[in-house]
């Protein structure tokens, strides 16, 4: 090669011509026929010519002589028929140079334009040769129908990226392109897309889509499946996000209306003990409708003989039948402001299982002989059959706490629990619920609930009771479960004994440890308690039934897990439970920022919990929630220490609360 050979080379997925200007051992200096100089190795030319241009006649000749040889050989390549000289190379299997090929091409004196013409040709259809610069090679039948199929898939790729990215942007606009068909696909690229970013299988389609349509923002996506009718503007997309399935399989629903609710005293085993004229009561949030958990008190001598009744669900829900593989999958029910996902079918959740009042129900009972100081002399666990007569609310309790023995007692019980845990070393965090309830006019209610009030007490604490008590029965019987323990906190900040601040609590909160889940039973620091399941909720959550069955196993009641089984259980159900308590926590946190967009200019009180170079996080005392606030060079806070912001910005869809100095 020398100066004024004319070469080609590729370019953005491109063949360009070109002239030598200037050349060195590895690198030509190249005039290209769009008139613009570049730099190329020449290892990375597609094609040299034996023909030269006379460098002589000036750059706009050069430039016209590159374009019109550029011209003849794109017309010489769509002569050219790549598949028939493919049919025809293809039984050979042999590497075929470029002079041989522009020969079967052009038999008629074949020039440096016909041999340029034949790379042009494989370039723009890649289905039927391997090449390099001067040989080429027929693909197996096989490879070729793999290239075909990938070629196809290109088209379409590109089919989805331009028509899709057009719609997106006119659905924008308001000016939806009704020609367009099958929007479908475009609609679950870009929803996948929106849900899941780079973990979608469709995030490379999306992305071009939306590059396509002239936006940057993903955000906008969601207005897009608004507009359409897709979704609605208070959307829950974490479920979609989150894989939580809001209905039941049609199959699932089957089996559990066949489940009769129809309890009569012969249809129990003979090993339970008959409760039914033994006055219990329910006590729970106004609304619950699946009530799995009672108590009773009966007075005997100077001490109390205390029972926690829970709803025997294992009864109904065979261990691998189709609603157990259904709701091993949930793991839990998901509540939520606007809308609860249960666990459990409904026909099974609030009626077969649900303690109705007035219902005789299959149970597992927990009975513990104990003083008014909580001192634990004796304790049992039976199945047992009850009959729930008063069902109450917590805000029923607190009014007759003073007036109703029974549930005065059971108080003064609980509170001296809660009293000799804490002499064990329970951490306490006295921290008010923040309640969020969405009305079906949107309305949206926020409100602190006290977890210290009598009801809440109560029954918190005897729930902690009766999961001690059946950890130690299982234990004692050498059962295996799912047992919860807990490392001591990587610092206690208060004495518990005496009343600590909101401050004191929210930052004791972040020093726990993480609970250890596991079959084997060990010290559960956070409650004081040596230790410890949860069984009380079995309609709620799996783990809960899953220990249910372990006691039913004590009693022959059925086949328990091996400790390896609930290991493997374990395991599995850390996902879906992760999955529930992020949609959970999610779905609270916006329906709290959706009221705070109508707060927008109001002054809240704050604390500040820390300090990070320009910015504190604080903490808004009316709904308990964390943000941060840019510091300002009027302050030098530290934490604990009260302030007045001003919230001045709320995003709900996009999690954004955004507060300044009040």
Same mark, same amino acid.
């Given at each position: ?5 004319i ?5 953005q997925?491109? *063949?360009?011509?070109?002239v ?9 200096h190249?005039?290209n026929?769009?008139?613009?100089e570049?730099?190329?190795k /020449?290892?990375r030319?597609?094609h040299?010519? #034996?023909?030269r241009?006379?460098?002589n006649?000036?750059?706009v000749k ?10 003849l050989r794109?017309?010489?390549?769509e002569?050219?028929? *790549? ?8 039984p050979?299997?042999?590497?075929v ?19 340029a013409?034949? /790379?042009? $040709?494989?370039?723009e259809?890649?289905?039927y ?5 001067d040989s080429f ?18 088209? @379409?790729r ?13 659905? =924008?606009d308001?000016?939806?392109d009704?020609?367009?068909?099958d929007?479908? &696909?475009?609609i ?6 929106y ?8 995030y490379?389609?999306?992305r071009?889509m939306?590059?396509?349509?002239g ?8 207005e897009?499946?608004?507009k359409?009718g897709?979704?609605?503007s208070d ?5 979609k ?12 629903l ?11 005293l012969?249809s ?5 003990i008959?409760?039914i004229?033994?006055p219990l009561?329910?006590?729970d ?5 699946d009530?799995?958990d009672?108590?009773?008190i ?23 039948d ?6 091993i999958?949930?793991g839990?029910?998901i509540?939520m402001?606007?809308?609860? %996902? ?5 026909h099974l959740?609030?009626?077969?299982c ?5 219902? %005789?129900r299959? !149970?597992?009972?927990?009975?513990f002989?104990?003083?008014?100081? !909580?001192e634990?002399?004796?304790y049992?666990v039976?199945?047992?059959?009850i009959?729930?007569?008063r069902?109450?609310?917590? +805000?029923?309790?607190?009014a007759?706490v003073?007036?109703?023995?029974s549930?005065?007692?059971l +108080?003064?019980? $609980?509170?001296n629990?809660n009293k000799?845990?804490v ?12 309640s969020?309830r969405?009305?079906?006019? +949107?309305?949206i ?5 006290d ?6 007490m109560?029954?918190?604490e ?6 001690w008590?059946m950890?130690?029965f ?5 059962m295996? !479960?799912?047992f ?18 909101l401050?004191?609590n929210?930052?004791q ?6 609970a %250890?889940i596991?079959s084997?039973?060990g010290h &559960?620091?956070?409650?004081?308690l ?9 309609i @709620?959550?799996?783990?809960d039934?899953?220990?249910q069955?372990?006691?039913?196993g004590?009693?022959g ?8 089984? /609930?290991? #493997?259980?374990i395991q599995?159900l850390r996902?879906?439970?992760m999955n529930?308590? #992020?949609?959970?926590m999610?779905?609270n946190?916006?329906? =709290? ?11 809240e ?8 170079r ?7 005392t ?9 510091a ?5 806070l530290?934490p #604990?220490d009260?302030v007045r912001v001003?919230?001045? +910005?709320?995003? !709900?869809?996009r999690d ?7």
């Amino acid at each position: 090669m020398k100066n004024g050979t004319i070469v080609e080379y590729i370019d953005q997925q491109r *063949i360009l011509c070109a002239v030598i200007l200037d050349m060195t051992d590895q690198r030509v200096h190249l005039l290209n026929e769009n008139s613009i100089e570049v730099n190329q190795k /020449i290892s990375r030319l597609s094609h040299a010519s #034996q023909n030269r241009l006379k460098m002589n006649q000036g750059r706009v000749k050069l430039v016209a002589s590159l374009k019109e040889t550029a011209l003849l050989r794109k017309t010489l390549s769509e002569q050219i028929d *790549i598949r028939e000289l493919w049919e025809v190379l293809n039984p050979m299997e042999e590497w075929v140079d470029l002079s041989t090929m522009a020969g079967l091409c052009f038999p008629k004196n074949p020039t440096d334009d016909h041999e340029a013409a034949v /790379i042009r $040709a494989c370039f723009e259809n890649r289905i039927y040769f391997k090449f390099n610069q001067d040989s080429f090679f027929p693909y197996s039948e096989q490879q070729v129908e793999k290239n075909i199929a990938k070629e196809k898939e290109k088209e @379409r790729r590109n089919f989805l990226i331009n028509s899709g990215g057009e719609w997106l942007r006119n659905v =924008l606009d308001g000016s939806v392109d009704q020609t367009i068909e099958d929007t479908g &696909h475009f609609i679950e690229i870009l929803k996948s897309y929106y849900l899941f970013g780079k973990e979608s299988p469709h995030y490379s389609l999306g992305r071009a889509m939306l590059a396509k349509a002239g936006m940057e923002n993903s955000e906008k996506i969601f207005e897009v499946m608004v507009k359409i009718g897709e979704w609605n503007s208070d959307q829950n997309v974490e479920l979609k996000r989150y894989d939580v399935s809001e209905s039941f399989p049609e199959s699932v629903l089957k089996a559990a209306d066949a489940v009769s609710g129809d309890f009569g005293l012969a249809s129990f085993e003979p090993s339970r003990i008959n409760l039914i004229t033994l006055p219990l009561m329910t006590i729970d949030g106004q609304g619950t409708l699946d009530f799995d958990d009672a108590l009773s008190i009966e007075p005997e001598g100077s001490y109390y003989r205390v029972g926690v009744h829970i709803s025997d669900v294992c009864a109904h829900v065979k261990k691998g039948d189709s609603i157990d593989q259904e709701i091993i999958n949930r793991g839990t029910s998901i509540y939520m402001p606007d809308m609860k %996902i249960p666990m459990m079918p409904t026909h099974l959740a609030e009626d077969v299982c649900s303690l109705k009042a007035g219902e %005789i129900r299959p !149970a597992i009972s927990v009975f513990f002989k104990v003083s008014r100081f !909580a001192e634990v002399f004796d304790y049992e666990v039976v199945p047992s059959m009850i009959k729930v007569s008063r069902q109450l609310t917590y +805000h029923d309790v607190d009014a007759m706490v003073d007036s109703d023995e029974s549930i005065w007692t059971l +108080h003064e019980i $609980a509170c001296n629990f809660n009293k000799k845990r804490v002499s064990n070393g329970a951490v306490i965090i006295s921290i008010p619920e923040t309640s969020i309830r969405v009305f079906d006019n +949107h309305e949206i209610s926020v409100r602190r609930l006290d977890r210290e009030s009598p009801g809440r007490m109560l029954v918190a604490e005897m729930m902690i009771m009766a999961n001690w008590l059946m950890a130690k029965f299982l234990a004692k019987n050498k059962m295996p !479960a799912v047992f919860r323990a807990q490392p001591d906190p990587k610092a206690r900040l208060y004495n518990q004994k005496k009343e600590a601040t909101l401050f004191q609590n929210w930052m004791q909160r972040r020093m726990l440890n993480r609970a %250890i889940i596991s079959s084997a039973p060990g010290h &559960h620091s956070g409650l004081g308690l040596s230790k410890y399941v949860t069984a009380t909720s079995p309609i @709620r959550k799996y783990y809960d039934l899953v220990t249910q069955r372990q006691i039913r196993g004590c009693f022959g009641m059925e086949q328990p897990y091996t400790a390896e089984e /609930i290991d #493997q259980m374990i395991q599995f159900l850390r996902h879906p439970l992760m999955n529930a308590g #992020q949609v959970q926590m999610r779905r609270n946190r916006y329906w =709290l920022l959706k009221f705070l967009e109508k707060k927008i200019g109001s002054q809240e009180e704050a604390i500040v919990l820390d300090s990070r170079r320009d910015k504190y996080t604080i903490l808004l005392t009316a709904y308990l929630t964390e943000c941060k606030l840019m510091a300002s060079g009027n302050w030098n806070l530290k934490p #604990q220490d009260l302030v007045r912001v001003t919230i001045s +910005h709320v995003d !709900a869809r996009r999690d954004v609360l955004t507060v300044n100095f009040g």
